[in-house]
C-alpha cells in the first residue's frame, strides 16, 4: 500500500500543472454599409434620393469574435490532459487574428478623373471616434485594426469612413470598401447607390 502512494506521489510530482499559452485574438466577421448625408450619421442617403452634400459618411458595420489559440504544451513528461486557464491577458491584447494588410475603395464609374475600379481611398478619411476625434488616413485605420488597443479600447461596433469631396459629374456612385488581408483572404462590402447633383 504504502509503495502505491509513493508511486503515485512521484507522478503527481511530475505532472505540471501549468496554464496553456492563449494567444487571444479579434476576428472580424462581417461587415455591412450605410451612407449618410451628416457627420452624426442620422440622415441615411436612400437610392431614390440626389444629395447636393460636398462629403458622405460612410458607417462599416462590423461584427467580430474572440478567437483564442491554444497552444499545447510540448512537455514529454505531461501525460495527462491539462486544464487549461486563460491567464495570458485581456481578450484581444494581440489585436486581429489575420492582419489587414490593406484597405481599397473603389468606385463603379469614373470618380474625378480616377477611372471605375481605381483606388481611391486617398479621397476618404476616417473618424477616430474612440481616441482623439480626428480625422485620419485609411493607412492609419489598417494599422489601428492591427492593434489591439481598437478593439479593447470601446468596442467599435463601426468605423465611420468620410468621403472628402463630391464627384465633378452626375453619375451616380456605389463604393465598395474592400478589406484585405496578409493572408490574401479579403472581405468586400458596398454601399447603395449615391446619386449627386
Known sequence: MKRNILILVF???IIPISCES????YKIDNLTCQAFKDEALTNLVKPTDIISENKVYFKINMSY???ANIEKSRQWFNFTT???AFSKGTPGIDGLKDKLKTIEIFSNNNFNGKPAGTD???LFKWHDVQWDGQQKTIDSLVIALNQSS???GGNPYFLKLILMEKPNDNL???FTFNFVYENGSRQLVSSTDINWV
Do not use: E, H, N, R
Open 11 to 13: 507522478f503527481l510530482g
Open 22 to 25: 492563449v494567444d487571444p485574438y
Open 65 to 67: 469574435t474572440y478567437v
Open 82 to 84: 491539462s486544464a487549461y
Open 120 to 122: 481611391i481611398k486617398d
Open 150 to 152: 481598437f478593439f479593447i
Open 172 to 174: 451616380p456612385q456605389t
